[in-house]
């Protein structure tokens, strides 16, 4: 009997004769001549003593493990930051992302990269596999510079673009889950972390599609343990260096790169220039304590690398330390909880957990991707199974607006394929205005059983009463939805109203895409 994995392999034995292949384990043969070029002893420095602490000495030298943090809650400000903080690193940058999107933003960061390891410091980056789409990142390129080091995770062996996916079938276990973590690490002592990937989309208001997230600056005691978390990724058998990548060895197309990389400076002078000041600004602020840090206690939890090779029934009733502290969290919870939350998928006993919380007395606030602003209608289909049971218990809830500055006038979805539009994109919570959540752990199957996710948890009044007034001011811009008479109702003001809208189905979404998110809830909930 042929079945459909016989025939799979059929298809993609067939063509492999001529096509070019690569390790998904370093413990491959062809690996055996790989040279290690970041060592250990380049982080033998102490990160206190570095000029990016130095504003900070007298918080950070203190014994008791404070850090400090400062919310970063716009794209740009999120770029020109990394950007800055590149630029005064002297040690170390790690830079560990889920996508990495080859556009002028990610060429800009790239640079900034390899101007600071022109300087002498020596950079680490890991990026997953599935976020390179497959061997088109002009960041594999860097690899040929001595002071930086590329790694890829997660591997797919055969790089033809026709084969790429199909591969899939072949291990969909392992290449199902993706290393989804957001690390930015220099000098080891300054770590922003959050929802953003890097591509310009998360970055810049003006692309098609752009993600609102939120990111953190921490400093000090919480950034140790990032590193580590990145070091065990980083040495794991799963990360294989760059080198094996085909384009990646490319003499000529690194000279391309770098033509690139003159040529936007040359053709944009004045954009560079104001660039440029903005980066000084930047730094200058920054080293005459401008900043709006808030100190505190911090924890980072990480999965594990080895979650992406758990058997099915392992991941299937895997609890690692990420979901341990939210469960924690939550039971301690006594007075409020907002989220936000790109994507809300509870679970059962979750919704269980939160229906007892909330007859309790404690106010809840959940905001969430809309119909039309989401890019995952999958989940919004099964967030829709647990909306109503929440509302009907006192919960606020709010789904985020297409877009809080191009909606005026606009009547349907089809509108999104003709301007920008936003889609939340943060993973943050606040408990009883207290302590804060941030990372990039999705609230949903995908992330608590399958990705490999990170989460920093900052116990501080002030750093959670800014974080939860960003949330409370992400509702002024979304739907406010409530239960009338049994039926679901959104309610909002867009810019320019003078009176709330009421709408009695998704707001700015066609009939198709509606008929598309009601046949999609017949996927099973953990293959969302």
């Known amino acids: 009997m042929i079945t459909l994995k016989k025939v799979s392999l059929y298809i993609l034995t067939f063509p492999l004769l001529g096509c070019t292949t690569i390790p998904t384990s370093v413990t491959d043969k062809r690996l055996e001549s790989y040279q290690v070029k970041v ?31 400062a919310l970063i809650d ?6 020109v930051i990394r950007a800055a903080f590149a630029r005064m690193a002297t040690k170390t940058i790690d830079l560990q992302t889920y996508i990495y999107s080859n556009d002028f933003t990610s060429k800009i960061l790239i640079a900034e990269l390899k101007n600071a390891a022109d300087r002498g410091v020596k950079v680490r980056i890991l990026i997953d596999d599935y976020g390179t789409k497959s061997d088109i ?12 080091e590329v790694k890829v ?18 291990d969909f276990n392992r290449l199902n889950s993706r290393m989804h973590n957001k690390l930015f690490i220099v000098d080891n002592i300054a770590l922003i972390t959050g929802g953003r990937n890097v591509g310009s989309n998360y970055f810049y208001p003006e692309t098609a599609a752009n993600f609102s997230d939120t990111d953190v600056l921490f400093l000090g005691d919480i950034t140790y343990n990032a590193t580590k978390s990145f070091d065990e990724y980083w040495n794991y058998h799963l990360s294989i260096p760059a080198e094996v990548f085909p384009k990646a060895k490319s003499k000529k197309a690194a000279k391309k790169l770098q033509e690139r990389f ?15 000041k903005l980066i000084d600004f930047v730094q200058k602020e920054y080293k005459n304590k401008k900043f709006d840090f808030s100190w505190g206690k911090g924890k980072f939890f990480a999965d594990p690398p080895s979650k992406v090779e758990m058997s099915p029934e392992e991941k299937e009733n895997y609890k690692g330390d990420i979901v341990k502290a939210l469960l924690h969290l939550w039971n301690k919870t006594s007075k409020s909880v907002y989220f936000s939350a790109a994507y809300f998928v509870p679970g059962d006993a979750a919704l269980s957990n939160i229906l007892k919380k909330k007859n309790k007395g404690i106010h809840i606030t959940i905001v969430t991707n809309s119909l039309s602003s989401t890019n995952a209608p999958t989940v919004y289909a099964k967030w829709e199974n647990y909306r109503t049971d929440l509302i009907k218990a006192g919960a606020d809830v709010y789904e985020f607006m297409l877009s809080a500055e191009n909606l005026r006038g606009k009547r349907h979805d089809r509108e999104r394929k003709r301007s920008s539009f936003s889609v939340l994109h943060s993973k943050t919570i606040v408990f009883d205005d207290d302590i804060s959540w941030i990372g990039s752990f999705n609230l949903d199957p995908r992330s608590a059983l399958y990705n490999t996710e990170n989460v920093a948890i900052f116990e501080s009044k002030d750093f959670a009463d800014k974080l939860r007034d960003m949330i409370k001011n992400d509702t002024k811009t979304s739907w406010h939805v409530s239960i009338n008479n049994g039926k679901t109702i959104w309610t909002g003001m867009r810019p320019g109203d003078k009176e709330p809208r ?17 046949l999609l809830k017949l996927v099973p909930e953990k293959f969302v």
């Not at 060592?39 to 493990?65: C, H, S, W």
């Not at 716009?74 to 770029?79: E, K, P, R, V, W």
């Not at 995770?153 to 072949?170: A, E, G």
């Not at 040529?263 to 220039?273: C, F, M, R, T, Y």
């Open 137 to 148: 990142a002009d960041v594999l390129l860097l690899n040929q510079h001595p002071n930086i």
């Open 262 to 276: 003159d040529n936007i400076g040359q053709a944009n002078s004045e954009d560079i220039k104001e660039y440029n």
């Open 74 to 79: 716009d794209g740009l400000s999120a770029f």
């Open 153 to 170: 995770f997660n591997t797919v062996s055969n790089r033809n673009k026709l084969l790429y996916y199909p591969q899939y079938l072949m």
């Open 502 to 518: 009421v709408y009695k189905t998704s707001p700015n979404t066609s009939i198709f895409r509606r008929c598309w998110k009601n």
């Open 39 to 69: 060592t250990r002893k380049d982080f033998e420095y102490n990160p206190v003593n570095t000029p990016i602490a130095e504003p900070y000495q007298m918080q950070l030298n203190n014994k008791n493990g404070v850090s400090g943090a």
